[in-house]
């Protein structure tokens, strides 16, 4: 069964400050591998996703993302982050044997950006 | 595009009284998940469809939720009877599944709350 950890509930960081939300998976299969956004009172909107290819992947709003197979992670970062990244951001997994159809979701980590 | 839409945005009903809610997915995507959100429990899969038909519905609670895809462009949810435990944010998503696109696109959600 496909499971995913993120490491970190809430990350306290200051404008303009880099950072890094960490995403670990557990798979036996090949996958697929989400970021996702939430602001609040809104639906999640997707970041980035790597399907195969290279391994690093770029997203909207300057985010990025590198898959390390060896250590099942695919931690999320951004060089300079704004107040307006304050929100909740979800890494997600899916089977990309089965087609990607299901995907888990992680616990979701809460991004706080202060002034 | 309109993108998902999910009627009604907020339902209020008394524990016992039947809950319907509804989401238009985007045209052309060929599949459908409905999801289940509380700071309890994080976001839930509780079923997905694909091309109408309902691939995998162990996410659902218990037998008083059922959900139906009677065509490309509808689908429901329904809870009866509800219960206080079953307030929550519930966001539909659609997927094209094809083509290599395997991203979900969220509705804003319908937040319930049962009384």
């Known amino acids: 069964a496909q499971s995913v950890t993120q490491l970190d509930s809430q990350v306290p960081v200051f404008e303009e400050a880099p950072v890094e939300l960490r995403c670990n998976y557990s798979s036996s299969v090949s996958v697929y591998l989400f970021w996702y956004v939430q602001y609040p009172n809104q639906g999640l909107q997707l970041l980035l996703k790597?399907?195969?290819?290279?391994?690093l992947v770029k997203g909207i709003n300057g985010f990025e993302a590198e898959f390390n197979k060896s250590q099942t992670s695919f931690h999320l970062r951004k060089p300079s982050v704004h107040i307006s990244d304050t929100a909740e951001y979800f890494c997600?997994?899916?089977?990309?044997?089965?087609?990607?159809?299901?995907?888990?979701f992680g616990a979701g980590t809460r991004l706080f950006v202060k002034a | 595009d309109a993108g998902v839409i999910q009627s009604p945005r907020h339902e209020v009903t008394e524990m016992g009284q039947e809950v319907t809610l509804r989401c238009k997915p985007i045209?052309?995507?060929?599949?459908l998940f409905w999801y289940r959100q509380t700071m309890m429990r994080g976001l839930e899969l509780l079923i997905y469809?694909?091309?109408?038909?309902?691939?995998?519905d162990s996410g659902m609670p218990e037998d008083r939720f059922s959900a139906k895809m009677p065509n490309a462009s509808f689908s429901t949810l329904k809870i009866q009877p509800s219960e206080p435990r079953d307030s929550a944010v519930y966001f539909c998503a659609s997927s094209p599944t094809s083509g290599g696109d395997y991203e979900q696109y969220f509705g804003p959600g319908t937040r319930l709350t049962v009384t």
């Open positions: 790597y399907l195969s290819g290279s391994t």
């Open positions: 045209s052309g995507h060929n599949s």
């Open positions: 997600a997994v899916s089977d990309a044997s089965t087609g990607g159809f299901k995907t888990i």
């Open positions: 469809f694909n091309n109408n038909v309902p691939i995998d």
